[in-house]
């Protein structure tokens, strides 16, 4: 129900910063930009919101995915895009609050010069092992990775993301020695799980 509000509330906001989108012009597309891969949730809920904009608009939507940086390069784009009200980003708010600490020269100006419309979600986070994997709990998994180092691999959805930083919190919590393995998007990582413990949003 809370993801429901607030995508509804996203769609509000949205509608402001392009004025309900009736004074824009309906041969040309709105582009949405995520800066991570397809299938992932900030590209699921990207698609959510641009389904229902077009409903309330009658607009065209598309969605371009430009993974890479923690929301860099997609940063980059938006800010390079003309103010003309037809680009809107669709980024996670720990893009903007981890990567300008953990980039040895971030783009700043990438970082601070955006302004939220509104929240779409608020996500939880849940880590999964394969089923051969003979561990239900984490206590369980834990025990598992004291006794052999050696399967303390983890995947995540991108290099210096949040999912990276609750691999590292959970690393620091336990004591234990654990290995982080990027993929360029939830998506991508779902198909193509190469390690058997991956923490998702």
Request: glycine fraction near 8%.
């Amino acid at each position: 129900m809370k993801r429901r509000m607030l995508l509804k509330s996203g769609i509000a906001g949205a509608t402001s910063v392009l004025g309900t989108g009736r004074a824009l012009s309906q041969d040309r597309a709105v582009r949405l930009i995520v800066p991570f891969a397809v299938g992932g949730s900030t590209d699921i809920l990207a698609r959510a919101l641009a389904e229902q904009l077009r409903r309330l608009t009658g607009q065209t939507y598309i969605i371009d995915n430009k993974p890479g940086g923690a929301g860099k390069v997609a940063n980059e784009l938006a800010l390079a895009a003309k103010p003309d009200g037809r680009t809107l980003l669709v980024n996670v708010a720990s893009n903007y609050t981890l990567v300008p600490h953990t980039q040895k020269e971030p783009s700043q100006r990438s970082f601070t010069t955006f302004m939220p419309a509104s929240a779409l979600s608020v996500l939880d986070f849940a880590l999964y092992v394969r089923p051969n994997i003979p561990a239900n709990t984490l206590q369980e998994y834990i025990q598992l990775v004291r006794k052999d180092p050696q399967i303390g691999f983890y995947s995540t959805s991108a290099l210096g993301n949040i999912t990276h930083f609750c691999g590292l919190m959970l690393a620091s919590a336990t004591k234990l020695q654990l290995q982080d393995v990027p993929f360029q998007g939830g998506g991508l990582l779902c198909w193509e799980l190469s390690v058997d413990t991956c923490l998702l949003e």
